[in-house]
């Protein structure tokens, strides 16, 4: 309605300037022989009436007819057409959509209703039936455009059944959605009708431009004024308390940037003493747990030394303790030397002592860094070759004399491990015997003699104690097999790093 009503507005000067100006323009519309055609000769028929005649007639139907203005609601939109006596309403009706470019079903006249009989057609009765026009050079008709109804069939059901599709279990499903309608009044925000079809279409985008006025009270007008407001116009600001206003704007944005920078400076300033502390503090917690690290390295270089250097301090301290304690000797002239003698044959007692203790630990030492030597040998022959791969990486593979080196250093482990119960150590021995065969030579038919002879007294029940020294000499003569390039490959490498 809104489209009809702008149509009409638009339409609505034109058609009644022309109907002011030139009255006769609908006239001449209606007549099929235009001023054009006056001067062109007309064919004569049989059936056809002259040129005389058609302009009488013409003059006749000029002189009958008078101005109706229709008044459209509920927009109030006032036109005017130039009907007779003998137009028809459904004439009337299709002129005034004609001008107006309105639906026909959609415009009734109200105040014609009910003149008629009920077995007559309004649409064939002409405008004399209701008595229009009455007589006046001028008279007002009333007609209504009625707005379609917007009702649809579809009702929203209270929930839906959707089916999903589930990509992992490659299933679907079906889900019950419950759907919440919408109760209130849908805003208008704006759109368009088509004038052939009738359909809305609301589209924000397509609202047109309301024209709209300003209306001034006058005499023969009367005008609400409930909803009006009045407005008082506030004291002045003129330009000097602008400028006073600027200024004291610049000093407060001063003052806070001077406040910001001040606060920053110090901030920066507790920040950098704040570093300082905790760098001092961490230092001092790092060089004393590295005190205490060195310390309880220094005790335990003098309990368990394992290097010459280790050594070289319990040697060069005990002389250090030798000397001091014999100089307190010396410095007591009260002894006698008798007394004097037996206090110096006491210190060398003690120090004879403690040269045993050295000499004890140093065997220890002796022995636990031939063990990790030997270890390291093992781990180094065992391990796995590291190949440089086209991409930069580094891929570790083991090669057939890797994987030797490796149950080779497993059953060197098994031979120094004790073992539970006689049948584990016959099995490793077993194991040993079936390794060392596959060679013939003095050190394999030693090995293999000794084997033989382990598994006797095995048999036979002699106790471990007894058997220490004939696994001791198994185990180096192994461990020389395991160093034998000819019995293992990777021995070879190891000879060569060592050169």
């Known amino acids: 309605m809104d489209e009809q009503?702008?149509?009409?507005?638009?339409?609505?000067?034109?058609?009644?300037?022309?109907?002011?100006?030139?009255?006769?323009?609908?006239?001449?519309?209606?007549?099929?022989?235009?001023?054009?055609?006056e001067d062109i000769p007309a064919p004569h028929d049989s059936g056809e009436p002259?040129?005389?005649?058609?302009?009488?007639?013409?003059?006749?139907?000029?002189?009958?007819?008078?101005?109706?203005?229709?008044?459209?609601?509920?927009?109030?939109?006032?036109?005017?057409?130039?009907v007779t006596a003998e137009t028809t309403l459904g004439n009337l009706r299709?002129?005034?959509?004609?001008?107006?470019?309105?639906?026909?079903?959609?415009?009734?006249?109200?105040?014609?209703?009910?003149?008629?009989?009920?077995d007559q057609n309004e649409e064939n009765l002409p405008l004399s039936v209701y008595g229009l026009p009455g007589g006046n050079s001028e008279c007002t008709l009333e007609a209504y455009v009625a707005r379609p109804p917007t009702t649809s069939?579809?009702?929203?059901?209270?929930?839906?059944?959707?089916?999903?599709?589930?990509?992992?279990?490659?299933?679907?499903?079906?889900?019950?959605?419950?759907?919440?309608?919408?109760?209130?009044?849908?805003?208008?925000?704006?759109?368009?009708?088509?004038?052939?079809?009738?359909?809305?279409?609301?589209?924000?985008?397509?609202q047109t431009h309301r024209e709209s006025g300003t209306q001034m009270s006058r005499r023969d007008?009367?005008?609400?004024?409930?909803?009006?407001?009045?407005?008082?116009?506030?004291?002045?600001?003129?330009s000097y308390q602008l400028d006073s206003l600027r200024e004291d704007s610049v000093l407060l944005m001063q003052r806070w940037w001077r406040g910001f920078r001040a606060r920053l400076?110090?901030?920066?300033?507790?920040?950098?003493?704040?570093?300082?502390?905790?760098?001092?503090?961490?230092e001092a917690q790092e060089n004393e747990a590295e005190d205490v690290s060195r310390q309880r390295r220094e005790v335990n270089r003098r309990m368990h030394p394992n290097t010459v250097s280790d050594f070289e301090i319990l040697?060069?301290?005990?002389?250090?303790?030798?000397?001091?304690?014999?100089?307190?000797?010396?410095?007591?002239?009260?002894?006698?030397?008798?007394?004097?003698?037996?206090?110096?044959?006491?210190?060398?007692?003690?120090?004879?002592?403690?040269?045993?203790?050295?000499?004890?630990?140093?065997?220890?030492?002796?022995?636990?860094?031939?063990?990790?030597?030997?270890?390291?040998?093992?781990?180094?022959?065992?391990?796995?070759?590291q190949w440089q791969m086209s991409d930069g990486?580094?891929?570790?593979?083991?090669?057939?004399?890797?994987?030797?080196?490796?149950?080779?250093?497993?059953?060197?482990?098994?031979l120094r491990t004790p073992l539970s119960s006689v049948d584990e150590r016959l099995d490793m021995l077993l194991h040993v015997k079936w390794t060392v065969q596959e060679f013939d030579c003095a050190l394999t038919r030693e090995l293999v003699e000794l084997i033989d002879r382990e598994a006797d007294m095995l048999s036979r029940g002699r106790k471990e104690k007894s058997l220490e020294g004939l696994r001791k000499r198994l185990t180096n003569l192994f461990l020389q097999f395991i160093e034998t390039p000819e019995f293992n490959p990777e021995a070879a490498a190891l000879k060569h790093s060592r050169a």
């Open 5 to 37: 009503q702008f149509a009409a507005d638009e339409e609505q000067p034109e058609v009644s300037e022309m109907a002011s100006e030139e009255p006769i323009m609908s006239d001449e519309a209606g007549n099929p022989a235009t001023e054009e055609n």
């Open 50 to 82: 002259s040129s005389a005649s058609k302009m009488a007639m013409d003059e006749f139907i000029r002189a009958s007819s008078e101005q109706l203005e229709g008044l459209l609601q509920p927009d109030n939109v006032r036109h005017r057409v130039t």
């Open 94 to 118: 299709k002129i005034l959509c004609t001008d107006l470019q309105l639906n026909p079903e959609l415009v009734s006249f109200p105040d014609l209703h009910g003149l008629r009989d009920a």
């Open 153 to 206: 069939n579809y009702v929203m059901p209270d929930r839906i059944r959707v089916q999903v599709y589930n990509e992992e279990t490659d299933s679907t499903s079906i889900i019950t959605v419950e759907i919440e309608k919408f109760t209130g009044h849908k805003l208008y925000l704006g759109g368009f009708k088509h004038r052939k079809t009738l359909q809305q279409f609301h589209h924000a985008s397509t």
């Open 221 to 238: 007008l009367k005008l609400d004024e409930s909803f009006d407001r009045h407005v008082t116009a506030r004291p002045y600001f003129d």
């Open 265 to 282: 400076y110090v901030f920066s300033i507790r920040e950098q003493r704040r570093r300082v502390t905790n760098l001092a503090e961490i």
């Open 315 to 385: 040697y060069n301290e005990l002389e250090k303790w030798r000397q001091v304690e014999c100089r307190k000797v010396r410095e007591q002239r009260e002894l006698d030397p008798s007394e004097r003698q037996r206090a110096l044959d006491a210190i060398l007692a003690k120090e004879t002592k403690l040269l045993q203790t050295i000499d004890r630990l140093k065997l220890t030492a002796t022995e636990a860094n031939r063990k990790q030597r030997i270890e390291a040998m093992l781990q180094f022959m065992a391990r796995p070759k």
């Open 393 to 414: 990486g580094v891929k570790e593979v083991h090669t057939p004399f890797t994987v030797r080196a490796k149950e080779l250093m497993d059953l060197y482990h098994g």
